[in-house]
């Protein structure tokens, strides 16, 4: 989804919140205005408040003994008059309508986040940072630098690292923090993305638009086991260097995982790409060290 389609649902979701909030007052009050006695002495009361409203007069003893008595009718019906007529909604500062003051209620925005956070792909919610086992010191260094890109920096990152050293955790981590933050975000594999540019290469033009305009619109855009991958002629190369450089063109941030060294990522593809992946005005290169965590927790 884009921007826009999140932020319709998720206003969709708050006034679904706000609907059933007010729609209960509404079901408890039909009921109550079957009685006939309850009825005439609620017409009676908007009466008298409407004569006072209009003549300016502060003498509320009538009002007040009417509405005494309409709370103990309500009350002999079975109803609270505070809380059966009173709508209850989820968040006070909006009253579940997800504005205040012409601006985002964060009732709002944590929905927001919350669908940015399912939109995202991301294989594992529960890999957060919080939620890390890393004990290696350079390996929670390199922990800390990638938080930092999530929560501040616009730079990329290209992470290094042998199979089973963690890489798609702390992808995942990164994932699930730029969601929260509100940034969206996109979490792929290289095998999943070769196969898209396969199969939209092999749709059209059109088809190819629409996707590269998604990947390339994303706020942060996640790869992870760069290297996996098939190369497919006039494919993978063409379609992953052109998706690389309008994301460096449009400032967007994208990680990248990989088992590859820079050496064996410069074999693999052409220097256009490698330029692109290891350019330090704009990306920040970490390597996870140590051994397979998958086989250790065996």
Request: hydrophobic share 35%.
């Amino acid at each position: 989804m884009n921007k826009q389609e999140l932020l319709s649902l998720a206003q969709r979701r708050i006034d679904e919140r706000r609907y059933a909030a007010e729609e209960k007052p509404l079901r408890v009050l039909e009921t109550l205005r079957q009685n006939d006695e309850w009825a005439q002495t609620e017409r009676l009361l908007r009466a008298k408040q409407v004569e006072c409203a209009m003549n300016g007069k502060v003498d509320r003893s009538e009002t007040d003994a009417l509405q005494q008595k309409l709370d103990a009718l309500t009350q002999s019906l079975g109803y609270d008059p505070q809380n059966d007529l009173t709508p209850h909604y989820c968040c006070e500062r909006c009253n579940d309508t997800g504005y205040v003051q012409n601006e985002r209620c964060v009732c709002l925005q944590k929905e927001i986040c919350n669908l940015l956070v399912a939109d995202s792909n991301v294989p594992d919610k529960n890999f957060t940072f919080e939620n890390s086992s890393e004990t290696d010191k350079h390996n929670k260094t390199v922990y800390n630098t990638a938080k930092k890109l999530c929560l501040s920096d616009k730079r990329n990152l290209l992470l290094l690292g042998k199979v089973g050293s963690g890489k798609t955790y702390l992808l995942a981590a990164c994932a699930n923090l730029c969601a929260q933050l509100g940034k969206s975000t996109l979490f792929v594999t290289a095998y999943a993305l070769n196969n898209a540019f396969l199969n939209t290469h092999l749709q059209g033009a059109e088809s190819r638009e629409t996707l590269m305009d998604n990947l390339v619109e994303t706020d942060v855009l996640i790869i992870d086991d760069l290297g996996t991958e098939n190369i497919y002629k006039n494919v993978t190369a063409e379609y992953l260097f052109v998706l690389l450089n309008e994301r460096l063109t449009q400032k967007k941030q994208t990680f990248v995982s990989t088992n590859l060294s820079l050496t064996d990522i410069r074999k693999k593809y052409d220097d256009r790409i490698f330029s692109r992946l290891v350019d330090q005005n704009s990306t920040v290169i970490a390597e996870l060290t140590g051994a397979d965590k998958r086989f250790s927790h065996k």
